[in-house]
């Protein structure tokens, strides 16, 4: 499977401990995107990297979020001291210029995300 | 605030009929959407888009329409089957920017036997 991959699925943890999720994109996409899914909500945009620069960022994005993409190639997202209001599935998205669909969208794959349980 | 949205969070239909899903939006100098499907337990997947110089575009089983004048538009599903059973999205890119997406709430088809 060559799509954008996400682990874990799942995370279950107590109030206040650490987390953290990776992505790895669709191998030849520098894009990658993070978003927030709330239960009957779409997902939400938090942050954006092209390559190894984080370019854009949420206000969604707390102190307590980090995103890193080191090598331009996978990425990391740390909730330190979690909340229960972090519960939520977290979704990561690549994307290449030049994919384009009918117009000038650079089409995003979405992974499958990681759901988080906060206790 | 929210740009986009969806007329109905749950809608059922009978396999084979179709399905029309809604949405509509408030920023008149939008100038293009994109339809997500979302499976349970999986990612949102593309399904097709279209920009507002168009009214209409086709997909396989799929037909997107967009009227302008009242700032709405709907996905068509022809002949509903049982894997169509999913939530969908409209979503549209920030004007000036093709990065991250701006989803409505969705809207749950739900296929009936």
Request: proline fraction near 5%; hydrophobic fraction near 30%; charge should be neutral.
């Amino acid at each position: 499977d060559t799509g954008v991959s996400q682990d874990p699925r799942h995370k279950i943890t107590k109030r206040g401990q650490n987390v953290t999720f990776r992505c790895d994109p669709i191998s030849e996409h520098n894009r990658l995107y993070w978003y927030r899914q709330t239960l009957g909500q779409g997902p939400e945009f938090l942050t954006y990297f092209q390559n190894e620069a984080q370019l854009e960022k949420s206000r969604l994005l707390s102190d307590r979020f980090s995103a890193e993409r080191p090598k331009g190639s996978f990425s990391t997202l740390e909730i330190q001291r979690t909340e229960q209001g972090d519960s939520a599935m977290y979704l990561c998205a690549s994307s290449f210029p030049g994919l384009a669909g009918g117009g000038s969208y650079n089409e995003q794959f979405f992974g499958p995300g990681t759901r988080l349980t906060v206790l | 605030g929210e740009s986009v949205g969806l007329h109905l969070p749950t809608l059922s239909v009978q396999e084979g009929d179709n399905s029309i899903i809604n949405c509509a939006y408030s920023n008149s100098a939008s100038d293009y959407f994109i339809w997500y499907k979302q499976e349970s337990g999986k990612g949102p997947q593309f399904i097709i888009d279209i920009r507002s110089n168009m009214d209409k575009r086709q997909g396989q089983r799929v037909t997107v329409l967009l009227n302008k004048t009242v700032k709405h538009l709907s996905l068509q599903i022809a002949a509903t089957q049982p894997g169509d059973s999913a939530v969908y999205f409209c979503a549209e890119p920030p004007r000036g920017s093709a990065r991250q997406l701006t989803f409505g709430s969705g809207t749950q088809l739900t296929v009936l036997p």
